[in-house]
């Protein structure tokens, strides 16, 4: 069983910059793929980063290229994404998500955090 609590969220202007991070309990946190997920109201979950087991690997979605960084340190138990040039439409609930599969879609991963809101002003 992992627990995931994400933090880090909060109102910014467009173009400021958001750090998230969610720590995780267990003992084998290195023995799982990290990612994050947003929503937005009225939109389905959608991926938006993803960190592979050792960090040694990452994978964004299009529209956060080059402006979010994925990284996780596992001495900590915690992965991040560093958020900048943040947009409007970048605007969701920011999900963390442990699982044993690497993907992109939500139905790989085994456990969730509660989520944090992101909210961009333009």
């Known amino acids: 069983q992992v627990q995931l609590v994400e933090s880090g969220g909060g109102l910014v202007q467009a173009g400021g910059s958001l750090r998230l991070s969610c720590a995780a309990s267990g003992r084998t946190f290195s023995s799982y793929a990290m990612a994050w997920f947003r929503q937005a109201p009225g939109k389905e979950r959608e991926f938006v980063a993803g960190i592979s087991w050792s960090g040694g690997m990452s994978n964004y979605e299009d529209s956060v290229k080059g402006r979010f960084t994925i990284s996780r340190d596992n001495a900590k138990n915690t992965v991040y994404l560093q958020s900048n040039s943040l947009k409007a439409e970048d605007t969701a609930v920011y999900y963390c998500?442990?699982?044993?599969?690497?993907?992109?879609?939500?139905?790989?991963?085994?456990?969730w955090g509660q989520g944090t809101q992101v909210t961009v002003s333009s």
């Open positions: 998500a442990a699982g044993t599969v690497w993907a992109t879609i939500p139905a790989a991963y085994d456990y």
